[in-house]
Each structure stands twice: as structure tokens, then as C-alpha cells.
């Protein structure tokens, strides 16, 4: 068994005062327990990424009262140092982008064939335009034989009585509320631009003008991924690591406000009703985010 480090003595001391245990531990962060007893024995080799081990140390030292930055800078040796996986990630997304590129590019006996193909469109186009040309000259020339006695309609307007006065004014009403109605249902939500908290993790944004509230991230990357409503309940199907490819979606309707945290914000794009939310912060500053969305039906 491997001997606590001073970090990890540190951190499962304060676990103890607070008379927790492992088991409730992992429901407070929603970390793993297997990584947070290795957060405690130092063994940050069976983490799944070497910049997690800084997220993980940061919520467990939240979870227990203790200064996570005043931790890390402390026992900095003992920390691995943070790697960044946007580069890896780049590589690996762009290679087969560019094998689809070139599987696009047309064979060279397609090119050759591609005059002639122009030249037989033009033709087709001109006996086409000629037929028209000789038929429209053939109508033309044909004698009318058919006199159409002339018709006389009265335009006149019949003369408006009370009755049809009232219908008329009423009738003025429902049109204008319909449109009222439907200027309402047109009106597109508002997300305001993020305002940065003093934490150096979170942001928050505010969500107007719509009843819908639903969460959609596309992973891209190896990340951490949570959403909690609120009362810092989970309401997506899990908070863990998620891999290039992954969706995670989460309809919060009825809620006051989701917080969406991220291990790795540059391998994740956030959606909230299918509008990407922007970022306020770089993922290249700030690689752990704190996204708090305050939903809010008034305008």
C-alpha cells in the first residue's frame, strides 16, 4: 500500500474532521472514489489525464473547506505539472479531415470529360431556346377567331351598415392580438456575454426569452463533464470523463439555473438551445470551467 503523501495527508485529514468517508466524498464532488483514495496515496498514475490531477485536487479540497491554490502552490513539487491537450487533439481531428479532403478531389478522366459535358449543355440549352422561339412565332401567327362579348362588373361598393360596422371593428381586434401573439412566439431568446467570478473557474451567463432551457455538449476531447442544477444535484446521466465524439444533453426545463463544469474546456462546445455558447474565458488560460447558466423567463 502506498504511504500518503504530505498533500494527501493534508487533504484526508481534513476529510476526517469533517467525518466523511471516501464513499461520501464521491457523492459531494461526484469524483470517482478509486481517484480520490489516489489523490490521498499521491498515486496520480491511474488518473486519466495528467491535467486532471490539479481539477480533482481543486474540488476535493473544495468539498472539505481547504484553499485549493494555497494547496497547490504549497505542495507544487508533489503535483504533476498540467499538461495541455489541445495540440494532440488538433492532430488527431485534423488528420482525417484531410483524408476526406482528398478522397473529394475529382479523377483526372472526370476533368478531361468536363468540357465536353459543358459544350453538350450549351447545345441542349439552344435547340431548347429555339423550340420555344419557333413555337411562341407559330401562336403568334394563328388568326383569333373567338369575339368574347364584353362583360361589365360592377365595382361598386354595397354601403357598409351598423351591423357590418361592428363585425368589421371586432374582427380589427382579433387580427391585432393574433399578431400580438405571433410577435410574442417569434421573439429569439437572449444569452448574455459571460461575466468572469473572481474563483478563476466559473462564469456566469443569464438565459432570456425563451421557455426552453436545454444543455448540449459536444465533446472533442478527453474531458471532465457534470451538470448540476441549482441545488447542486447531477441531472446529466453521469459526471465523468468523456471522449472525442461523446454528446452529452440534458433538458433543464424547470430549473433556475444549470452549472456545467468541464476538466478540459477546449475539447468541449457548449450549446444552450442549439446556440454555441461563447466562452469568456480562453481554454488555453483557463483549462477547468465553471459554467453557470441563470435561466430567466422575463425579458
Known amino acids: 500500500m502506498l504511504q500518503l ?20 466524498l464521491q457523492e459531494i464532488t461526484k469524483i470517482q472514489k478509486r481517484y480520490l483514495s489516489a489523490i490521498e496515496e499521491g498515486n496520480y498514475s491511474i488518473m486519466p489525464g495528467t491535467f486532471y490531477v490539479r481539477a480533482f485536487i481543486k474540488q ?131 444569452l448574455s456575454k459571460g461575466t468572469l467570478v473572481n474563483d478563476n473557474e466559473t462564469t456566469n451567463y443569464t438565459l432570456t426569452g425563451t421557455e426552453e432551457f436545454k444543455i448540449r455538449v459536444e465533446v472533442t476531447g478527453d474531458t471532465w463533464v457534470g451538470v448540476q442544477d441549482e441545488n447542486r444535484t447531477e441531472i446529466s446521466d453521469r459526471a465523468d470523463v468523456y471522449h472525442a465524439a461523446d454528446v452529452v444533453e440534458v433538458d433543464a426545463k424547470g430549473k433556475q439555473s444549470v452549472r456545467i463544469r468541464l476538466g478540459a474546456a477546449a475539447n468541449a462546445k457548449v450549446f444552450v438551445n442549439d446556440e454555441k455558447l461563447k466562452l469568456a474565458a480562453s481554454p488555453s488560460e483557463r483549462s477547468t470551467q465553471n459554467i453557470v447558466i441563470n435561466f430567466s423567463e422575463k425579458e
Not at 7 to 21: I, N, P, T
Not at 130 to 142: G, I, M, P, Y
Open 60 to 190: 476535493y479540497a473544495e468539498a472539505v473547506n481547504l484553499s485549493a491554490d494555497e494547496l497547490l502552490e504549497t505542495y507544487k513539487s508533489e503535483v504533476p505539472a498540467n499538461k495541455t491537450v489541445e495540440s494532440t487533439t488538433t492532430a488527431t481531428i485534423q488528420q482525417p479531415q484531410s483524408r476526406r479532403s482528398l478522397s473529394k478531389i475529382p479523377s483526372k478522366g472526370f476533368m478531361d470529360l468536363m468540357p465536353k459535358l459543358v459544350v453538350a449543355l450549351f447545345i441542349i440549352i439552344a435547340i431548347v431556346a429555339l423550340w420555344v422561339l419557333f413555337q411562341n412565332k407559330a401562336d403568334n401567327s394563328k388568326p383569333d377567331n373567338n369575339t368574347e362579348t364584353p362583360v361589365t362588373v360592377d365595382t361598386k361598393t354595397p354601403p357598409t351598415t351598423g351591423k357590418n360596422k361592428d363585425n368589421e371593428v371586432a374582427g380589427s381586434k382579433d387580427q391585432d392580438k393574433n399578431d400580438e401573439e405571433t410577435t410574442k412566439k417569434e421573439k429569439k431568446q437572449e
Open 5 to 24: 503523501t504530505e498533500l494527501g495527508a493534508r487533504l484526508k485529514e481534513a476529510r476526517l474532521s469533517k467525518g466523511y468517508s471516501l464513499d461520501d
